[in-house]
């Protein structure tokens, strides 16, 4: 070992630290320690190139397997009637065709005890029609007489009118004759006036007696015959009246008659009328007590399986639109119904890739690498809800991928988690991303497609506009 002496003009030493001091000579490090710097190294180079490898963004919802259509999910079978529970033709568990009986029930309503009472209907829908074919004939036998009274009204108008124009010309002739006999009258009291004087005449008679009376008798002739003419005269006069008295009447009779005969069809016509409306109600009866039987037997509405009965036991009453039990149907378009976010809403759209981990088939899965998923299945998204639907989430159904069938034995009901598939980015975005909890991006509009599609049509449209 090498001393030097300690003033300030010797000279500085640079002995190694380890050949100065002793116990640092016994200490050497392990090679297991290199070895764990070395990996400890690798690691951190692997890690930290990692951070640059692509890593495929996706959003993240729980569910379960629903059926697509409403057709297709379990719905409860219900009774359009009350009655009571006589027999049961089915059991859980049983598959059903449409149109099976389920369910078998008894009348509880007194209106429709009687067990003849279609037939009861029936009679009184026939004696409805049978009065109401007898008010039809009545109808038409009235039209029938109104007809004939209306051409007997005729006739006899033109016979009183033929009447009465008679003996208006009558009353003209016999007047004429009055006037004939009146001038015929004072021409012969003019003569016999004449022949007075000259029978009369002083101191001798101008004319024999004989004369004078012929000419007397011609007067008196004449008075009797004016007098005649003055009664037929008058009683053409009454003719006449009377002709106009029996026109009047026979309009005034043949009218009261048509008035009553028109007043016979009007109240037969509302009867009529009265009588349909009664048979129309009837029928409409008789129609709803045809249903009613049917419905006393409950038919399964599709093919499926009984999945739960709702009502239990023989003789309990059951009301109308009650559930008696759930049918399942046998082959139902399988979906996924899936909630996401609100947030991720606008993010996702229709025809979107999603993964699918169904429970009862596990899985190993590496969020953002779905390439090394297993026991995961394809999916695209078909339904996108346009109103949140529970706790503010959104709901998204997912139906099959054609290259990625789903297994067959997936029931409805079944827990299901999806990541539907968005955007790759690096890794160190990702893990930013998280950290600072922000929402997955992407680098185009979801929308973009849609509305580059509306503008393609649009402009279509105006090429062809200006072509024409």
Do not use: H
Not at 441 to 452: I, Q
């Amino acid at each position: 070992m090498k001393t030097t002496l300690n003033n300030s003009n010797a000279m500085e030493d640079i002995t190694p630290l380890e050949e100065r001091i002793y116990s640092l000579k016994t200490i050497n490090p392990p090679k297991s320690a290199k070895v764990l710097a070395y990996w400890v190294i690798g690691i951190m180079l692997f890690s930290f190139m990692c951070l640059f490898l692509p890593w495929q963004q996706n959003i993240e919802g729980v569910g379960q397997v629903n059926a697509l259509t409403p057709q297709d999910r379990p719905q409860e079978v219900q009774t359009a009637i009350s009655g009571r529970i006589s027999q049961w033709r089915v059991r859980e568990g049983d598959f059903v065709n449409q149109g099976d009986t389920l369910v078998v029930l008894t009348e509880i309503k007194d209106d429709y005890f009687d067990p003849e009472f279609l037939k009861r209907l029936e009679e009184q829908v026939g004696a409805k029609e049978d009065g109401i074919d007898a008010t039809k004939s009545k109808v038409e036998a009235l039209d029938r007489q109104i007809n004939a009274l209306e051409s007997s009204l005729t006739f006899k108008l033109s016979q009183a009118r033929n009447k009465y124009q008679q003996t208006a010309m009558k009353v003209v002739s016999d007047s004429a004759n009055l006037g004939a006999q009146q001038i015929g009258l004072y021409i012969a009291q003019r003569q016999f006036k004449s022949f007075d004087s000259l029978f009369y005449a002083k101191p001798v008679a101008l004319i024999s007696q004989t004369d004078w009376e012929r000419r007397n008798k011609s007067l008196q002739e004449e008075q009797a015959k004016l007098i005649s003419s003055q009664n037929k005269w008058s009683i053409s006069k009454s003719e006449y009246v009377n002709a106009a008295i029996e026109l009047s009447a026979v309009e005034a009779e043949y009218s009261d008659k048509i008035s009553k005969a028109q007043s016979d069809k009007s109240s037969s016509i509302g009867y009529l009328a009265d009588s349909k409306g009664e048979l129309s109600k009837i029928k409409n009866k008789y129609a709803n007590m045809v249903i009613r039987n049917n419905q006393y037997y409950i038919l399964a509405p599709q093919s499926g399986y009984i999945v739960k009965t709702l009502k239990s036991g023989i003789g309990e009453t059951i009301k109308d639109t009650d559930a008696i039990c759930t049918i399942q149907p046998a082959t139902p378009a399988i979906a996924a119904e899936v909630y996401i976010r609100a947030m991720d809403v606008p993010l996702i759209e229709k025809g979107r890739q999603v993964r699918l981990e169904f429970d009862g088939w596990p899985s190993l899965q590496v969020s953002g690498w779905p390439s090394v998923a297993v026991g995961t299945f394809g999916g695209v998204i078909q339904v996108i809800d346009y109103v949140d639907s529970k706790e503010g989430k959104y709901r998204i159904l997912i139906t099959p991928d054609k290259d990625s069938p789903w297994p067959s034995q997936l029931r409805v009901g079944s827990g299901v988690y999806a990541w539907v598939m968005l955007n790759d980015v690096p890794v160190w975005y990702e893990v930013w991303r998280q950290l600072n909890g922000f929402p997955p991006s992407l680098y185009e509009d979801p929308n973009k497609d849609k509305d580059d599609a509306k503008k393609m049509k649009s402009g279509n449209k105006m090429k062809i506009k200006v072509k024409k």
